[in-house]
């Protein structure tokens, strides 16, 4: 049974996010999606908060499950028993970064192999930290991300102005 994470921030998960996981359960019997618990980021939402928001995202696709994480990914994997180490890619530079990271997780546990989905072609465009900023700016968000996740974005935006 293939198994694979797929280790981000998701602040906020968007929809591209959410479709690179369900086309991704087509090919692997699980997906367990690691929210990581301490990036070093400026984040908009708690660790809680972020789970939640990819588990009503994807609550439709059966095979996926989400969890969080802290420490390195290919940990995460192990401790997960998973083969691989799913990630997206959009268009640019996006490739270089996963390329060296790949290399990396090659390095500390060659026993896991990283997997990359091109994102659709109307998410390629779309960043965590480009919705958050233009949320900030009073931009509409609708349409990059979920229902639920606009509207949490809306109330966060409110609660620190």
């Not at 779309?126 to 919705?131: P, Q, T």
Request: with cysteine; net charge neutral.
């Amino acid at each position: 049974m293939a198994k694979a994470v797929y280790p981000g921030s998701f602040d906020p998960v968007h929809n591209g996010h959410l479709d690179v996981t369900e086309r991704a359960s087509r090919l692997f019997d699980t997906i367990i999606v690691g929210v990581y618990d301490s990036p070093p980021k400026n984040l908009m939402f708690s660790t809680d908060e972020r789970v939640e928001m990819f588990k009503e995202g994807i609550k439709h696709v059966p095979n996926v499950e989400v969890r969080t994480f802290t420490g390195l990914a290919v940990d995460f994997a192990r401790t997960c028993k998973a083969e691989f180490i799913l990630r997206g890619l959009r268009a640019g530079s996006d490739f270089e970064v996963e390329f060296e990271m790949a290399h990396m997780w090659r390095k500390l546990a060659p026993d896991i192999d990283v997997v990359c989905m091109m994102s659709a072609l109307e998410h390629q465009f779309i960043h965590s930290s480009r919705i958050k900023e233009v949320a900030k700016l009073g931009g509409d968000v609708a349409g990059l991300v979920s229902k639920h996740v606009a509207s949490a974005i809306k109330a966060k935006v409110k609660s620190l102005q």
